[in-house]
């Protein structure tokens, strides 16, 4: 690689492709004539305007968002949408989460602060190693809104068939796998991204948020920051944004676009994962942590058995080049993730220093 990269398998933030890095480092000094960096720039001037429109427009054109949806960029990561949005959704004050892992065990304990919250379904019996059967759930006529993360990052699971909802709007975490693959938007009421996993830098969200369900009747003691009616009323411009953030990310829009849309980056994607999960179904030493069908395209969590020789391929992945490949440790031995910047040649070369150790340590 020209600037001398590693592989960098973390989780997040993670990987961004190397041509929007040139094009950022192209960039950083005068942003085309304007004589100053996008970090200098007042996110009221026209030519930040210009970069924000055209963020939003391209995300728009890739994941094919209708017209009666609101397309937010809100800071707070992902964490505070974990409050956002039992916040401004909880109406009856009641509403259903499919408990998958850690990540939606976050989002419950925050819900939990401001109505009730019924688990409709959870994995919790096999360590989140799968996605539970959500054909038939129990949800209450009053329930405000089903909640689920789609792909848990830390347990390697993903949802690949929505739950059904029974008419009630559908909120979906997607930090992990956001345009990963093609997405309906129309399934959903309300979707959001904390973009630093597969997208852009740290520090915001991307919310996609169904008109009908912005509300103006909040708690009155609700924080300003807190109301998606705020951003949507100001188009992400209430106060000053991450403009750093929205810049780069509108820059993987583009570039994702130019690739060919999410068909594309999902072929790429599938055939990305299959060389790892290919060789872990193979393998005698290593083996893939989830159920088949739930597996995620973006996280692979696997493990030997042993914890002691985990940490010892961890410790020899990291003398070999590669990075970030020590599992989290609710889950034990080693997650590659590997989100859509990531290149099939760091996953070709991961598979063959796994090879090589398992020869090594037969
Ligand atoms: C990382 C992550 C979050 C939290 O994001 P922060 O920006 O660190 O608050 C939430 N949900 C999922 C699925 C994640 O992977």
């Not at 059967?133 to 068939?161: M, W």
């Not at 852009?200 to 009155?220: F, K, N, S, Y």
């Not at 299959?274 to 493990?303: I, T």
Request: proline content about 4%.
């Amino acid at each position: 690689m020209k600037y001398n990269r590693t592989f960098n398998f973390s989780a997040g933030p993670a990987m961004m492709p190397e041509p929007v890095l040139e094009e950022i480092k192209e960039e950083v000094l005068n942003y085309r004539g304007s004589g100053m960096s996008v970090m200098e720039m007042s996110h009221r001037s026209k030519v930040f305007q210009q970069i924000r429109d055209e963020a939003e427009a391209d995300l728009r054109k890739l994941m094919g968002i209708p017209d009666n949806y609101k397309v937010l960029f809100v800071q707070g990561g992902g964490t505070l949408q974990f409050a956002m949005v039992p916040m401004n959704l909880m109406k009856n004050g009641v509403a259903c989460y499919v408990e998958t892992g850690s990540w939606s065990k976050k989002a419950i304990a925050e819900a939990k602060k401001y109505g009730e919250v019924k688990i409709v379904a959870s994995s919790k019996d096999e360590n989140f190693s799968y996605i539970p059967d959500c054909s038939d759930l129990d949800i209450p006529d009053d329930a405000d809104y089903v909640y689920i993360c789609e792909n848990e990052t830390i347990n390697g699971t993903t949802f690949n068939k929505l739950p059904n909802t029974k008419g009630k709007v559908l909120v979906s975490d997607q930090s992990s796998m956001f345009l990963s693959r093609p997405c309906n938007v129309e399934d959903y009421g309300l979707i959001w991204a904390g973009v630093q996993k597969n997208v852009g830098p740290a520090g915001m969200a991307v919310v996609i948020i169904r008109e009908d369900l912005i509300r103006e009747d909040l708690d009155p003691k609700t924080p300003v920051y807190m109301s998606y009616k705020t951003h949507a009323d100001a188009d992400s411009l209430y106060n000053t944004p991450n403009c750093w953030a929205i810049y780069c990310c509108g820059k993987v829009f583009k570039y994702l676009l130019n690739l060919g849309g999410l068909e594309k980056v999902q072929e790429m994607n599938e055939d990305k994962a299959k060389v790892l999960y290919d060789f872990l179904d193979s393998s005698k030493l290593f083996k893939g942590s989830v159920r088949k069908e739930d597996r995620s395209l973006m996280n692979v969590p696997f493990v030997t058995g042993d914890a002691d020789k985990d940490a010892d391929v961890v410790k020899a992945s990291t003398e070999a080049g590669f990075n970030n490949l020590k599992g989290h440790k609710s889950v034990g031995g080693l997650r590659a993730s590997i989100y859509n910047a990531m290149p099939k040649e760091g996953v070709e070369a991961l598979v063959e220093f796994l090879k090589d150790y398992e020869a090594k340590n037969a």
